[in-house]
């Protein structure tokens, strides 16, 4: 599985059941890599994707799908579902958020493919780094 996710510099995700940010670019550039595959994703984060064309599927717990091969997650700690994934996108906000959900996942059996910076729309530097297994 194919795993999304965005980060702060201390590896947050969220704060008080939110995202802790948003970004146009962002999206648009995760679309573009993710092409005509489906994106599954939780109710929450369907919001961020409904004008950008892209093949999603909300359900509540978008890992524990059996079959799924991409799965974006915002609002949950992914380490629960570390053995069905092997590839991850990880895009770094590059700030400092509050966050009472943080990315915890064993990254030490993954290896770094590729890291890119781009402007945002709502930030000056957002890193957008593939690991794969």
């Known amino acids: 599985m194919k795993l999304i996710v965005c980060l702060d510099d201390k590896n947050g995700m969220a704060f ?5 940010s948003r970004d146009r670019v962002l999206i648009e550039d995760l679309c573009r890599t993710v092409g005509e595959e489906p994106i599954y994703l ?3 984060s369907a919001s961020l994707f409904a004008s950008t064309g892209a093949k ?3 359900v509540v717990d978008p890992l524990g799908v059996s079959g ?3 799965c974006f997650v915002e609002t949950f ?3 629960p579902y570390g053995e069905l994934i092997d590839e991850i996108i990880l ?4 700030r400092h958020y509050p966050a009472d959900v943080t990315f915890t996942l064993d ?3 993954y290896r ?5 910076e781009f402007v945002g729309s709502s930030h000056e530097k957002i890193t957008k780094e593939v690991w794969k297994k």
């Open 112 to 116: 770094l493919i590729s890291a890119d």
């Open 56 to 58: 999603t599927v909300a």
């Open 42 to 44: 939780s109710p929450y």
């Open 68 to 70: 799924v091969h991409c």
């Open 77 to 79: 700690d992914p380490a």
């Open 16 to 20: 008080n059941r939110r995202r802790q």
């Open 91 to 94: 895009y770094r906000w590059n």
């Open 107 to 109: 990254m030490s059996g």
